[in-house]
Structure formats: structure tokens, C-alpha cells
């Protein structure tokens, strides 16, 4: 069994980060290795919200799996709260990532405006970090902040295309391109293999309205389907299509704008998807 190791914090209530990456890579047939970041009550979208940070524990996690001669066969972070501990994702990688697939999701920023408590520096932090992986899933926002360019709410095809060649010229074999609407009505992803030179697309349709960790879970899906040997578009597509699943079954709850997505209602879908040919 294929076992991954993901990087990010964790909320005791709310679908985001490791709340979400666990079961989703767990119905997907992947063993999953935990370096948790922060510990938070709940996700930020709540108002009361307590914090834990663990980043001073990282160090002595990393010895101790060096000391058991632990192997990853893929390794993934999410969101990392500060420069240090893009630091100790750095020495994740140096330390474990020699024969793993290493998935970067820079998060840092949306909707145009990095996260609070964030700066231009840590964007250039995050942009070393990229050099490293083998696969970075930014979403437009993001892009936009690694590339240096000024971020507009769209660009033409040919813009998205030189974008994604940009950002995979970072270091990166692929470059992907999430939260992406190229006609209306329609969401999803673009990628860029700069391996084969190819460009890919995946599209669903697109829901009346956005929750708070959609790209967790789509990172988290993506990440599971290739490593269960789905090539590139395939990949693309069933995390595209597991979260339009996750939104249409929040849709159907009366108090859905809380918690994040109802992801667990469409797990059978997912599994479906995983252990398919064909999507």
C-alpha cells in the first residue's frame, strides 16, 4: 500500500486541511502519515477560534521518522502559517522526497488579496518551496503572486497557457491551474505538463455558490488519484468532479454554509471514480 505524508494543520471542527485530506485519501485505498502544523478549534471561518502552533515539534517528528527509516511514496503540504515552517517543508522534501511525488498547494491567497498575516516575503518563501516539488496547484490568485504578475478576475486562453509554462519553468514537472472558469457556467482546472509539452483541461458545472475548503479537498483528491495511477486529465477530472459532488450535496442542507462541504455524502461517489477505468 502506498502510503502519502501531508503537511498542514488541522481543525477539530470544520472540512479543511487534514479534516478533509485524511478520509478522502483513506477511501481512495492510500495509507496516510500526518505532520500536523497547527492544532485550531475550528476552521477560521468560525469567530471564536483557539490556536495551538506545533511547528517547534516538527524537528523532532522528521528525526524520529529518519531514525525509523520511514518512506513516502508521495508528500503533500497545505497550508503553512509561516516562513518557518516552509522551512521544515523544505527539510520534509531534502529528507524524504528523493523517489516520492512531491505536491505542493501554495496556500496563500484569494479572491485576489493574500491571507492575512501574510507578506511578500512569505510569497517569496513559498516560491523556493515550489522550485522543489514535482506538481504545484495554485490557484489564480496564487499564480499570479508566484509569477509576479498583477491579478485580474480572468485571463484569455493563451494568457492561462503561458502562465502555466511560467509557473512550471519554477522547477516543478507540472503546473496546475485551480478554481479556473473558461466559459460560463463552468468550473474547474488547467495543467501544463511540461514534461510531454501538453496542456489539459477538466470542467464541471458550476455551483451557485463557494465554500471554505474546496481546494483542500480537491488537492487532496487530485494527489489520491494519481497516486493510484490515474494519468494527469483523469486525475484532474475526478477531483474536479468529487468536489462539484461535495457542493450539490451541501446545497441540500439548510445550515450548509459553516462547516465547509459535505464531502463525506459523496464519498461513494469518489470511490466510484477511484477504482474505475474510466470517469
Known sequence: ????????????????SLTAALPVLSAMGLETAVLPTAVLSSHTMFKHVSFCDLTDQIPAILHAWNEEHFTFSAIYTGYLGSAKQISYAMDLFDQFGKDALILVDPCMADHGKLYRGFSMDFVQQMKQLCRKASIICPNLTEACLLLGIPYQESFSDEELQSMLR????????????TGISTEIGKIGSIAYSRTDNTFHEAMTEKEPQQFHGTGDLWAST????LCRGKKLPEAMQIACSFVQKSIACTLQEPDH????????????????MTFTKNV
Request: hydrophobic share 45%; proline share 2%.
Open 222 to 225: 487530485f494527489l489520491g488519484a
Open 1 to 16: 500500500m502506498k502510503r502519502i505524508v501531508t503537511m498542514q494543520d488541522i481543525s477539530c471542527i470544520g472540512k479543511c
Open 257 to 272: 454554509n459553516r462547516y465547509g462541504v459535505n464531502f463525506e455524502q459523496a464519498l461513494p461517489d469518489l470511490i466510484q
Open 166 to 177: 511560467k509557473l512550471a519553468d519554477l522547477g516543478c514537472s507540472t503546473a496546475v491551474l
